[in-house]
């Protein structure tokens, strides 16, 4: 599957973007989603996640900020942040894979077999 991200962008301490990630060859709405986020000398990590029957789970950190969502009609995956905050700028990460996924913990990177190559995300103060 190949993925592609759009909607990142420049936006100010308290404003909204919303990230999309087209996917194409596969069959989308069977697959595990998720979003990641990699800042300058920090390791990647998770952000938000929605399998295939729906179900959400998100890093603590943007809980009831984010949404994740997905249109399985466009191929497409969303995630809609508000109150952005300056600690949000990094690159941002689609990923996938058709593998299930359930658990109370976010899952590594490694569960992904698919990632697109990121859209930049910068919240300035």
């Known amino acids: 599957v190949q993925l592609q991200e759009s909607g990142g962008g420049l936006v100010q301490a308290g404003g909204s973007l919303r990230l999309s990630c087209a996917a194409s060859g596969a069959t989308f709405r069977s697959y595990y989603m998720g979003w990641f986020r990699q800042a300058p000398g920090k390791e990647r990590e998770g952000v938000a996640f929605i399998n295939s029957d729906g179900r959400t789970n998100y890093a603590d950190s943007v809980k009831g900020r984010f949404t994740i969502s997905r249109d399985n009609a466009k191929n497409t995956l969303y995630l809609q942040m508000n109150n952005l905050k300056p600690e949000d700028t990094a690159m941002y990460y689609c990923?996938?894979?058709?593998?299930?996924?359930?658990?109370?913990?976010?899952?590594?990177?490694?569960?992904?077999?698919?990632w697109g190559q990121g859209t930049q995300v910068t919240v300035s103060s």
């Open positions: 990923a996938a894979d058709p593998r299930t996924y359930y658990s109370d913990y976010l899952p590594p990177s490694s569960v992904f077999g698919f």
